[in-house]
């Protein structure tokens, strides 16, 4: 027994002592067992890791944009999708501008004053956006401002008014917030956060304009309404939008009538180009050679010279604010019985290039581009200036200047048409009015 005991004592003690090896021989164990497992995947964990960094380095720069617009739905749509992806896969573009809200004020964002203007009909872009950005693309959110047919008829405190106080519509029936009120201003930016907070590399202001389709003399605003301050209720706007966003880095651009680049006098919707770019990233003239009244720059039809308005454009553009602000909007559709192809597109592509210009975006309100218009990725910078000589031709021999100076005719004012269908502009006249955006 006493042996017995004894044996019993002993093994306990050998066991005793003999658990903290097991232990730490375990954990040893576990921990060389991981370094094996992390050794035989170390190939397939290092390759995707590399990859993450390069595309992480090689971030778009604003200043290096090449854009197309996509509206809500076609972002979101798997029939765009195939197209739209092998234009962003195969050709130069590195940038999508999504819009956020709609022309005619439906915003498919929730949790945004209320969620008046939210339409549960509007497909959310937030995997797209996702998807787009962790592919490299630069992505710009863009808002259509002032120009709104939902909130208004929600807060009629907001709303440019008739003289009875009734709310005032533009030709098309649509209703428009009030840049001077704070609270059209809080509803946008409020909206402009919420974006960013989305992963929005930008935030684009569209319609950052008073009205100018409809009798605009009838429009009421509960203040004293000029030219001058209407420019300065734009700019107020930008320079709170500005104050706001650049906190978390986010760049903002805005989106102008084309004409701005040559005239000064705020075209009756308070769009003063120099005052507005001090407040913003980025400005881009609506400089679609459709909306050029014939006649205007001494070209007798702007729409079938395409360079040559796109080039007299941004030249009178440089001279009033920085090369660097600027990043046109081209035109990608056609109208007004002219064709535009591949050449159209490449000769506003190279007018740009040619005034030290190399950000752009292209406008189709149908969302479709044309892909033999650009460049492949490989050939992305193969971007040569135009001679001299061969660009005083394509200008018929005149200066700048000399084209700045001749105006078209003016022409009355037509009824709106605007990128719901083909187009998104208009090229009012100084003290009237014309028919697109």
């Not at 021989?25 to 576990?30: Q, S």
């Not at 059209?184 to 956060?193: A, M, P, V």
């Not at 090369?323 to 490449?346: C, T």
Request: aromatic share 8%; proline share 5%; glycine share 6%.
């Amino acid at each position: 027994m006493k042996k017995f005991l004894l044996f019993v004592i002993m093994l306990s003690m050998i066991t005793f002592f003999r658990m903290p090896v097991f232990a730490e021989n375990e954990e040893i164990i576990e921990e060389i067992e991981v370094l094996v497992e992390q050794d035989d995947n170390s190939e397939k964990n290092i390759i995707p890791l590399e990859e993450e960094k390069i595309e992480q380095t090689e971030i778009v720069m604003p200043s290096q944009a090449r854009g197309i617009h996509l509206t809500t739905r076609a972002a979101a749509s798997s029939y765009h999708k195939p197209r739209i992806d092998d234009l962003l896969d195969n050709t130069e573009l590195n940038t999508v501008v999504i819009d956020v809200k709609e022309i005619d004020g439906e915003i498919s964002i929730k949790g945004v004053a209320k969620d008046l203007a939210y339409s549960s009909k509007l497909p959310s872009v937030e995997k797209y956006l996702k998807e787009v950005k962790n592919r490299g693309f630069y992505t710009v959110a863009r808002i259509v401002v002032f120009r709104d047919n939902v909130m208004p008829r929600k807060r009629p405190d907001l709303a440019v008014k008739n003289p009875d106080g009734t709310l005032w519509e533009d030709y098309k029936g649509n209703t428009w917030l009030n840049p001077y009120k704070q609270g059209t201003i809080d509803y946008i930016l409020e909206l402009s956060e919420k974006s960013a907070a989305m992963g929005f590399d930008e935030i684009q202001f569209d319609y950052i304009r008073f009205p100018s389709d409809g009798r605009t003399k009838q429009c009421r605003y509960g203040v004293n309404h000029s030219s001058t301050t209407a420019s300065a209720a734009i700019v107020n706007f930008l320079k709170q939008a500005k104050e706001k966003l650049s906190i978390s880095g986010i760049k903002t651009s805005i989106d102008v009538f084309g004409l701005t680049t040559t005239d000064m006098s705020g075209m009756g919707i308070g769009q003063r180009i120099v005052e507005m770019a001090k407040y913003v990233d980025y400005v881009s003239p609506m400089i679609y050679p459709s909306h050029y009244n014939n006649g205007e720059y001494g070209i007798p039809n702007p729409n079938k010279e395409p360079y040559r308005t796109v080039y007299i454009a941004l030249q009178g553009a440089k001279k009033r604010i920085p090369a660097e602000k600027l990043r046109p909007w081209l035109q990608d559709f056609s109208m007004k019985g002219v064709k535009y192809g591949p050449e159209e597109i490449k000769a506003q592509i190279q007018a740009c290039y040619d005034c030290d210009v190399k950000t752009w975006m292209l406008w189709n309100a149908a969302c479709k581009y044309t892909k033999d218009g650009l460049k492949t990725k490989e050939e992305q910078d193969t971007y040569k200036k135009t001679s001299a000589e061969k660009i005083d031709e394509l200008l018929q021999h005149k200066t700048v200047e000399e084209s700045v100076l001749k105006r078209a005719p003016l022409k009355p004012a037509t009824s709106a048409n605007t990128n719901t269908a083909t187009t998104k502009q208009s090229q009012p006249k100084t003290g009237t009015v014309n028919k697109q955006k």
